[in-house]
């Protein structure tokens, strides 16, 4: 059993999802600890019906720490993962920071479990939009080698974190009003607009959201000949990122062999069944730890090619839930 653990950014909006899947799951631990900034230390989190105090992060906390779970911005992850791995606590890290570090195993539990047991005290758990197009990939990719996927997201603002979620709902309500609102997570009006963009502006016109996901696959996959083009698009969507997929792959796999691959994967739900309107939507995905998929049809403009619809919340198998999963194979 892991002794003691640490909620880095337990005030977050992954933070907040981590604490909920502690007390949902039969986590086994000793001591529990809520780190945060100067903002939050000295507030209080209720947990397992006892009130804890929010810790501020320092690297003498770790001295007494098993297992750090991080949701942090990547500057802060940056810093702190060092003070922890320096004291033998193992970090699993959300931050993008040091997802791409050579000695940093990049875990998705249902792809490459195996990768968490050679970590050098830093495991990284990936971006929200990869987490589940990877989980789309790997039963196809198994079936069939993926080639080439072409993937366009419509991520929600609870990605941005709590900021991005006030900004929705209030940017919303001052247009309705219309009312003038400086937003804080976004660089344009996210209410009643589509913002394609996500994170800086980075290589050949792509953003950085954009080349997480190719790098990140390649990465998770350990397969460099994976192609990867996306498009990432902000849409006033509270929680849940829902991508559209094209995949070719180098063996075909036929609509009736891609849904029952996808039904036989653990983590994954099949809505799929456009003459009754049913389909993986970010208002049914909200709150659950599965990947869904609908909308499977053959791909018109390619012989090998299949399209279809992923809808996931990004809080939780985007994040938290991926992350607490990672803890999970560290305390078995
Ligand atoms: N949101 C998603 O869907 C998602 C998905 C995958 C990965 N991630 C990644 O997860 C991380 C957290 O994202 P989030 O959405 O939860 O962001 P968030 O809502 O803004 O939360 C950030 C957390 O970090 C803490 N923090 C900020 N600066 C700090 C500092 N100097 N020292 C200690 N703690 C500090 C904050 O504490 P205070 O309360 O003190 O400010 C808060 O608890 C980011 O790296 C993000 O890229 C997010």
């Not at 606590?89 to 931050?95: A, H, M, Q």
């Not at 989980?135 to 993937?151: E, N, T, Y």
Request: glycine fraction near 8%; charge should be negative; charged fraction near 25%.
């Amino acid at each position: 059993m892991i002794e003691s653990i640490a909620i880095v950014g337990a005030t977050g909006a992954v933070g907040r999802i981590i604490r909920q899947l502690l007390e949902e799951r039969d986590f086994p631990y000793g001591k529990i600890t809520f780190l945060a900034s100067k903002r939050s230390a000295g507030t209080t989190i209720t947990f397992k019906g006892e009130e804890h105090e929010v810790k501020l992060l320092c690297p003498e906390v770790f001295d007494d720490i098993d297992l750090a779970i991080g949701s942090t911005p990547d500057d802060v992850a940056a810093e702190f993962c060092p003070w922890a791995a320096e004291r033998d606590c193992v970090v699993v890290d959300e931050s993008g920071y040091w997802r791409m570090d050579p000695k940093v195993p990049l875990v998705v539990p249902e792809i490459n479990p195996e990768a968490a047991a050679q970590h050098q005290g830093i495991i990284s758990s990936p971006n929200c939009s990869t987490t589940q197009m990877v989980l789309a990939m790997k039963p196809l990719h198994d079936a069939g080698k993926i080639r080439r996927v072409i993937v366009s997201t419509y991520q929600a603002t609870s990605g941005a974190g709590v900021q991005g979620q006030a900004d929705l709902l209030d940017g919303s309500r001052a247009f309705l009003d219309d009312h003038k609102y400086d937003y804080q997570a976004f660089s344009h009006r996210i209410a009643f607009n589509l913002i394609p963009q996500i994170g800086s502006h980075k290589e050949d016109g792509y953003t950085s959201e954009e080349m997480k996901m190719v790098y990140e696959t390649q990465k998770i996959f350990g397969d460099d000949s994976i192609k990867v083009c996306p498009t990432c698009v902000r849409v006033p969507v509270e929680n849940c990122h829902s991508e559209s997929m094209l995949v070719e792959t180098e063996k075909k796999i036929t609509v009736e062999q891609a849904r029952e691959l996808f039904a036989a994967t653990p983590g994954i739900e099949v809505v799929d069944d456009l003459g009754n309107g049913l389909y993986p939507m970010p208002s049914i995905c909200t709150g659950d730890d599965r990947t869904f998929i609908g909308r499977i049809r053959e791909d018109l403009s390619c012989d090998n090619g299949l399209a279809f619809w992923c809808v996931s919340d990004n809080l939780r198998k985007g994040a938290a839930t991926n992350a607490v999963q990672i803890a999970e194979l560290l305390a078995t």
